[in-house]
């Protein structure tokens, strides 16, 4: 099911199995997308990197994400773009921006213990109803109900996480980090350029992170930084001195130095090695891909 706004508006609700799993791979400028998986496993490749999703488990992805499709089980999807719901904008509401979504190196995951199941498959059931409705309140009531799926998902991540000792104005600095290393590790490599931005100490981000997770900022820029070279030296055809440049080395030395020290091969090493042992994807039919 898809809703299409007067003003480019765009939100995708569907149940995903193998018949229609180049939904999965479809690319939606500006697009957003949540894959909850409800049986069997679905395999995948995410910039390269094989991703398991297991039942009741939800993937978070945006449109910067390259995705394989290796194995389907059932999944139920939810896509939207930026028209529709501007999570940057509405960071108030559902304070999902630089971790379920732009989160710099990590590809977020959540999973819905089995006492809060019920509620969710309630919210898809309702969210699929108003995707039928076609009056002026509907795109009002899609965004609402986008933005409880959103929250609750937040609940989930901030649960598993152990994060509710941290303070809500701690997380939402870790938040604000790691979407501005999502925007600037181009051209921003050191933690100190971005505790100017946030009105930090290096030494404060550090003490946040340290509470956060075991990533400390650099190496939160280092892995970015890294997955934006994987992705380049896979999917394209650029030279590895013009992906240095890209990536805001000043060489191509520095950046073969740094890509050795943290992959653990060479750029054109790793080039060569991860188009031959790449697995082989789910043969799914082609269509129209909405």
């Known amino acids: 099911m898809v809703f299409s706004g007067a003003t480019q508006e765009y939100l995708l609700l569907e149940t995903v199995a193998a018949h229609n799993a180049h939904l999965l791979t479809d690319r939606v400028p500006d697009g957003l997308t949540l894959l909850w998986n409800t049986a069997g496993t679905t395999r995948l490749l995410v910039d390269d990197v094989p991703c398991a999703v297991q039942e009741h488990q939800i993937l978070f992805l945006t449109e910067l994400h390259r995705v394989e499709v290796l194995e389907v089980g059932v999944a139920r999807l939810v896509r939207f773009n930026r028209a529709f719901y501007c999570i940057i904008d509405h960071d108030s509401e559902v304070s999902c921006k630089g971790i379920l979504f732009f989160g710099a190196s990590e590809v977020p995951m959540v999973e819905i213990p089995a006492a809060e199941v019920e509620k969710f498959d309630i919210l898809w059931q309702m969210f699929s109803m108003e995707m039928q409705s076609h009056?002026?309140?509907?795109?009002?009531?899609?965004?609402m109900m986008l933005k409880r799926l959103l929250i609750l998902c937040m609940r989930l991540y901030r649960d598993e996480r152990h994060l509710k000792a941290l303070k809500?104005?701690?997380?939402?600095?870790?938040?604000?980090?790691?979407?501005?290393?999502?925007?600037h590790f181009k051209t921003q490599h050191n933690v100190a350029d971005y505790a100017d931005m946030l009105y930090k100490s290096p030494k404060t981000l550090a003490n946040y992170f340290a509470r956060y997770n075991q990533q400390t900022p650099l190496q939160i820029i280092q892995n970015r930084i890294l997955l934006e070279a994987r992705r380049l030296l896979h999917y394209t055809e650029q030279p590895v001195k013009e992906i240095a440049y890209e990536l805001g080395f000043e060489d191509i030395q520095s950046f073969s130095r740094f890509f050795r020290n943290k992959a653990g091969h060479s750029p054109s090493d790793y080039r060569e090695q991860s188009r031959l042992s790449a697995p082989g994807k789910i043969d799914y039919p082609t269509g129209n891909q909405a």
């Open 168 to 183: 809500t104005n701690q997380l939402d600095l870790v938040r604000e980090f790691n979407f501005l290393v999502e925007k």
């Open 135 to 143: 009056d002026q309140l509907q795109i009002e009531m899609l965004q």
